[in-house]
């Protein structure tokens, strides 16, 4: 069993910066990938980043540039440069693979940026 426990969020104004953390515990395995990902009122729930245990990373084009996943203890999404579109929801999501079919999600911190 995995658990995650996001926190980080709040209130920012656009332009700033905010730094989400995903405290995890259970077991994990190699071939697990770590991501984040968001919702925002009324729209589904969408990929921000991605990270796989040898550091290729994956990032939505709304973000790239200005994001970063990591996966290091305490894993982390490092965002600056806010806007106000990126208010939403935010997701600490670990996936195994198709044939395991491990996906455990956090259950969400709360990032608003004001413009």
């Known amino acids: 069993q995995v658990r995650l426990v996001e926190s980080g969020g709040g209130l920012v104004q656009a332009g700033g910066s905010l730094r989400l953390s995903c405290a995890a515990s259970?077991?994990?395995?190699?071939?697990?990938?770590m991501g984040w990902y968001r919702q925002a009122p009324g729209k589904q729930r969408e990929l921000v980043a991605t990270i796989t245990s040898g550091g290729i990373t994956n990032y939505a084009d709304s973000v790239s540039g200005r994001f970063t996943i990591s996966r290091d203890n305490p894993k982390y999404l490092q965002m600056n440069s806010l806007k106000p579109e990126d208010t939403a929801v935010y997701y600490c999501n670990v996936r195994g693979t198709d044939s395991d079919g491990r996906n455990y999600w956090g259950q969400g911190t709360q990032v608003t940026v004001s413009s």
């Open positions: 259970g077991i994990f395995f190699e071939t697990d990938v």
